[in-house]
Nanobody
Framework: QVQLVESGGGLVQAGASLRLSCVAS????????MGWFRQPLGKEREFVAA????????YYADSVKGRFTISRDNAKNTVYLQMESLKAEDTALYYC?????????????????WGQGTQVTVPS
């Protein structure tokens, strides 16, 4: 059974930083592209970032480029999202996702496996 468990969300002030973590089980982590998505309340889920199997390539939504960094530790079956300079518009439920396909296409092709999400709130 595939499980993706996110952690690290919280309530922070604008300008602060947070690091989200996602631990995977039930998959051979190193052969999966990994990504982060988010869903603001009342809006559709959107792509945030993705990273290839070996971690050599990363992809970002324009809205987070330069502020967020995705990384992974295949020895720990964990993917991270380091978020800097947080804004009110970053407030959302953040989901971890895994794809057996290419991470390059995670913004366009819905991944197969999803976590339950972790809430990030940045008051305006």
């Amino acid at each position: 059974q595939v499980q993706l468990v996110e952690s690290g969300g919280g309530l922070v002030q604008a300008g602060a930083s947070l690091r989200l973590s996602c631990v995977a089980s039930g998959i051979t982590f190193s052969v999966y592209g990994m990504g982060w998505f988010r869903q603001p309340l009342g809006k559709e889920r959107e792509f945030v970032a993705a990273i290839t199997r070996g971690g050599s390539n990363t992809y970002y939504a324009d809205s987070v480029k330069g502020r967020f960094t995705i990384s992974r530790d295949n020895a720990k079956n964990t993917v991270y999202l380091q978020m800097e300079s947080l804004k009110a518009e970053d407030t959302a439920l953040y989901y971890c996702a895994a794809t057996a396909g290419s991470a390059q296409y995670m913004s366009r092709i819905s991944p197969r496996h999803w976590g339950q999400g972790t809430q990030v709130t940045v008051p305006s």
